[in-house]
C-alpha cells in the first residue's frame, strides 16, 4: 500500500537553512505536496509538484524530487522563528480523486 | 482559507451517542474530503466526495458515514461514538480543475 515516510523532528538557529526530507513508495504518485500545520491551526498549503518535474522554487521555499529514488525535500531558507511548525509531506498516488496520504509530519524547531 | 468552515469547532460527547460534524465551502468546489489526526499518525482521510450526492470511503472509514445534499456542505456523521474517534476532525476542499487541496481549520471532538 501507500506509505510516506518523515522524520519526525528538525532543529535549526534562525538564519540558517533547514531541509525536511519525505520519502514515499507508490511510484504511480502524480502530485506530491507540503503542508505546514501551526499549534491548534488547519494545514496550511505551502507548495506542491508535479511528478513530471525536478525542482520548485517559490520564494524561500526549495522543493526537490528524485522520483527514481521516490525522495522528495523542502528546503526553507534563512529560517525564521515562524517557521517552527509541524510539516507535512502528502502525496496523491494513484487516486482519481486526488485523495492525500499524509506522512506523520516533522516537527520543525527554529531557536534565536 | 478556501472559504471553508467547520462546526462546532470543540465537541465532547459520551460514548454511545450519536455525533455529525459539518464542513461549509462557500466557494463552490467540487471536491471535499474528511481526514483525521491523531497523534502518531499523521492525517488519514476517512471519506470524500466528488459531487452531489457521490461519495466514497477512505483508508479509515468503519464507524463514520457521510452526506453531501448540496454542493457547500459535507457532513460527517458518527452513528454511535466511540473513545477510538476522540481526534481532530478536518475538512478538506478542491476544485474540479486545479490541484491545491485546502484544509478547514479542524474540529476537537472528545468522546467520554
New interface residues.
Partial sequence: GEDVEQSLFLSVREGDSSVINCTYTDSSSTYLYWYKQEPGAGLQLLTYIFSNMDMKQDQRLTVLLNKKDKHLSLRIADTQTGDSAIYFCAETGNSGYSTLTFGKGTMLLVSP | DAGITQSPRHKVTETGTPVTLRCHQTENHR?M?W?RQDP??????IH?S?GVKDT?K??VSDGYSVSRSKTEDFLLTLESATSSQTSVY?C?V?QGTG????????TRLTVT
Avoid at chain 2, 502518531?40 to 482521510?45: A, F, P, Q, S
Avoid at chain 2, 490541484?99 to 479542524?106: A, K, L, V, W
Fill in positions: 471536491y474530503y481526514y502518531g499518525h499523521g492525517l488519514r482521510l470524500y466528488y466514497d477512505g483508508e478536518f478538506a478542491k490541484y491545491e487541496q485546502y484544509f478547514g481549520p479542524g
